[in-house]
RNA sequence: GGGCCGUUAGCUCAGCCGGUAGAGCAGUGGAUUUUUAAUCCAUUGGUCGGGCGUUCGAAUCGCCCACGGCCCA
């Protein structure tokens, strides 16, 4: 920021900055701490002040400072670091001379300080820092939000998402949970062996998903290239070169709509193991979250926006038709077998339809306009149609269904899974198919990939994958109402 | 895409039946050696999101636009 931006405030604070500069280093790199405030009050908090000032422990800590309150010749501020908050108590005779009335004085609120002193406990109880030397190590030119109502503004947040990170303890908590989720299943899926890889993410063909990709150029190649909408041919690729369990955590890309459960790029765990069916993924995934709830709570018991979610009781199973019967009253299963009665339902229901829509697809609509929502409790959907999952391997018993569940919580789909279609054959009638689609108009629909029908005819295994999406399980899990408040920079549109 | 709500000091918010903009916190000056939303006295600070219109006069009424939020598609 310029200086003819500044308001009052900041030129102030500018000016104490220039003062500096003409006398001490003013951006000194030399201080180092020995202690962070949450590890003391976790050891000190038990003592009492006597205690304290018997056997005095000197400790160095370092943050910035949130809260200052000057009494005279004493005061007290709060300093903040990545542990959390501790308060010093700095007194004027007990510093060197002109640290008190020249340095701290002078200093604001935001501004980033090291502290030496020893651990003491207040008149009132509060475990504090009784300051011995203090030293401005980072002059904060911007003045912070008020204390005690902090930043609201949720615009503000997510565009200046600094300022919401030092003002807002839950927005670094959520981050913190967000981080140990990654974390959890890391080691999960290391410890059942599987494998972290990592694939490209330019694409010359976008393909795993059905999405609109973000087109871009590569220059000295002279080609257009697409961020990728999901890694899934490419891990897939990885299974046929024999690589049986690989996962990765990767970032995504969707040229569609923003709302509160969609971001332009998102994070989604996928994995995928071989000589597996998507009953083992269904199995490791109740598995995986469970534990994972333990992990980070220790307990199974999940409160999301008002309500309670219990992952310790067995999740839920059934067939998309099963779920679309539950939920309508006014169809019935041999209904949902017509092509015409199925159509003549979806537009009571005003479902938009296009000719080419054949019974599954429809299906799929009436299942996310009258089911998705109300999928609560933990719910793996299964025997989705083959017309909308032309990655996924046929069943056996019902060909017009594949081997596939979409799992749901607080009414959204968090996952994705199926036993992988390996058929080059059929993976090459079913890319036809997407091409025919796209033709009449479906911009989703997939491109025809022959590298990728080309390593299939080289033999993949019989193999199950899974995409799980992370930021909605990390909303879930962090009682998030939007996606914004899960990712650290959401993106918004230009101001 | 449609509807509703919001945008006023650095931050959190009043003011909205039109009559020259206010509080708290932060800041500035002063008092204060155990405070914790510290306290006490004094005080600075505003293109009222942007534009056009109505009017003698607009933060306030109307229209358009931008950004955000909620709901619907």
Known sequence: MHDENDNDLVTQRRQQLHAMRATVPAFPNNFKRDALAADLQAKYEGKTKEALEQTPVMVAIAGRMMTRRIMGKA??????????????????????????????????????????????????????????????????????????????????????????????????????????????????????HYMEVETPMLHTIPGGATARPFTTHHNSLDMDIYLRIAPELYLKRLLVGGMEKVFEINRSFRNEGLSPRHNPEFTMLEFYQAYADYEDMMNLTEDMLRKMTWSLFETNTITYQGACYDLARPFARMTVVESILKFNDTISATDLQSLDKTRAFAKQLNIPLEDAYGLGKIQIEIFEKTVETKLLAPTFITHYPTEVSPLARKNDDDPFVTDRFEFFIGGREIANGFSELNDSEDQAARFRQQVEAKKTGDVEAMYFDEDYITALEYGMPPTAGEGIGIDRLVMFLTDSATIRDVILFPHLRNK
């Open 75 to 192: 005061a007290f501020a709060h300093i903040q670091d990545m542990s959390g908050q501790i308060q010093i108590y700095v007194r004027r005779d007990d510093l060197p001379e002109g640290h008190y009335n020249s340095g701290f004085k002078k200093w604001d609120i935001g501004d980033i300080v090291g502290v030496t002193g020893t651990v003491m406990k207040t008149n009132k109880g509060e475990l504090s820092i009784h300051a011995a030397t203090i030293v401005l190590l980072t002059k904060s030119l911007q003045p912070l939000p008020e204390k005690f109502h902090g930043l609201t503004d949720q615009e503000m947040c997510y565009r200046q998402r600094y300022v919401d990170l030092i003002m807002n303890e839950q927005t670094r908590k959520t981050f913190k949970i967000r981080s140990a989720i990654i974390d959890f299943i890391r080691s999960y899926l290391s410890n059942e």
